[in-house]
């Protein structure tokens, strides 16, 4: 079994870009945003001290990332209450039909940032080319369940950025 | 839909390179800063158990003296509870081998405890030497100046009136978030409790 340290600067060669893409559907100011991405590495190297190779490290970093967010999330709404909602209850987005791919991503991330965490985690987690199977893995949902969710997400990304996916992106 | 997927795994992003010498001395910094933290509370609790004791081997009358006393008592029970509940923010270390539905329940849950709880573990054991306190002004005032305990403890009442109200009405918003992911996970027949 490979050390911790080890283990983390694999971790972080392989997944830091998904890291910093999962950190932006949680946070949309920057600052905070490079906060709560610390943070999560930081959780990331502790949390290897306890991996015991149960599933693999993609599971594991993407659980520890989403975790960390989520007790960030949770944290952050008792100072800031705001109402955040499910993928049922979220309102159309105006995305105009000649949106290019930086606005349509803008959009996007607004609208990420909108769910609640576990919606979050599932969104983002199919976004980073998840299944079925491994975002109920890594949530605890069922496979039916998270592939309801999913359903629910491809419809929501074609009723409200049709005009975009038909244009530039 | 694979559009969508491409525009978000190609998107540019500022990636965080943080090299292990600096997670060793994060991880210390935050360490170090919980240890400020309870030494803080534990200062503050000493100095309540310096300055109520003193007054205790002071105070003229047994009522005052229970009083004193019973405050002393409550200190260190509130101080024993932040000592052996640890810090509220701290990630658990069984992080990564916890499924986010479980984790974000049992999140919401520490939260609520905390919040709920609040009488129970500070404002609570305040009370008894608190009330000992301002009957035994009241009793010992001359009339026409028995205004100023009583207006004492009015205020008293509505302060810990006031942070009770505060911290419930958040625990609430966070029983009512467990509710809601309970509704989230009926269907897959987990056993969330809370």
Same mark, same amino acid.
């Given at each position: 079994m490979r050390g911790q340290d080890e283990l983390y600067e694999q971790a972080a060669a392989e997944f830091g870009a998904a890291l910093a893409r999962l950190a932006r559907?949680?946070?949309a100011d920057t600052e905070k945003r490079r906060d709560l991405l610390q943070e999560i590495h930081l959780a990331l190297w502790r949390s290897f001290e306890g991996f015991g190779g149960l599933c693999s490290l993609r599971t594991w970093v993407y659980r520890v990332a989403h975790n960390t967010a989520t007790s960030y999330a949770i944290a952050r709404r008792r100072a800031r209450p705001q109402m955040l909602v499910s993928l049922e209850e979220v309102e159309p987005v105006q995305v105009p039909p000649d949106s290019d791919r930086q606005m349509a991503l803008t959009q996007l991330m607004a609208l990420i940032q909108r769910l609640k965490p576990l919606d979050q985690q599932i969104i983002l987690s199919w976004l980073d080319g998840m299944d079925a199977a491994e975002i109920s893995d890594l949530t605890g949902l069922s496979p039916g369940n998270v592939a309801t969710k999913i359903h629910r997400v491809k419809n929501i990304l074609a009723r409200d950025f049709q005009g975009a996916r038909d244009g530039r992106i | 839909m694979d559009e969508f997927r491409n525009l978000w795994q190609n998107q540019e /992003?500022?990636? /965080?390179?943080i090299s292990i010498t600096e997670l060793r001395a994060k991880a210390a910094? *935050?360490?170090n800063r919980i240890q400020r933290r309870n030494l803080r509370e534990q200062l503050a609790c000493l100095f309540v158990v310096i300055a *109520? +004791?003193?007054m205790f081997f002071k105070a003229p009358a047994a009522v005052p003296r229970i009083g004193f006393g019973l405050i002393v008592v409550g200190a260190?029970? /509130?101080a024993w509870h932040l000592w052996a509940k640890g810090t509220p923010n701290a990630l658990p270390s069984d992080? +990564?081998?916890t499924k986010g539905v479980e984790f974000y329940r049992r999140e919401l849950e520490k939260q609520r405890d905390?919040?709920?709880?609040i009488w129970k573990w500070y404002l609570g054991p305040l009370i008894p030497g608190m009330t000992i306190l301002v009957i035994g002004g009241i009793l010992d005032a001359p009339p026409e100046r028995r205004w100023f305990p009583s207006a004492y403890a009015v205020f008293c009442i509505a302060l810990f009136w006031g942070i009770g109200q505060f911290n419930f009405r958040a625990a609430r918003r966070l029983t009512q978030q467990m509710e809601e992911l309970k509704l989230y996970t009926v269907q897959d027949g987990l056993d969330l409790r809370g």
């Open positions: 559907g949680y946070e | /992003v500022d990636e /965080v390179k910094k *935050f360490q *109520f +004791g003193w260190i029970y /509130v992080i +990564g081998n905390l919040l709920q709880d």
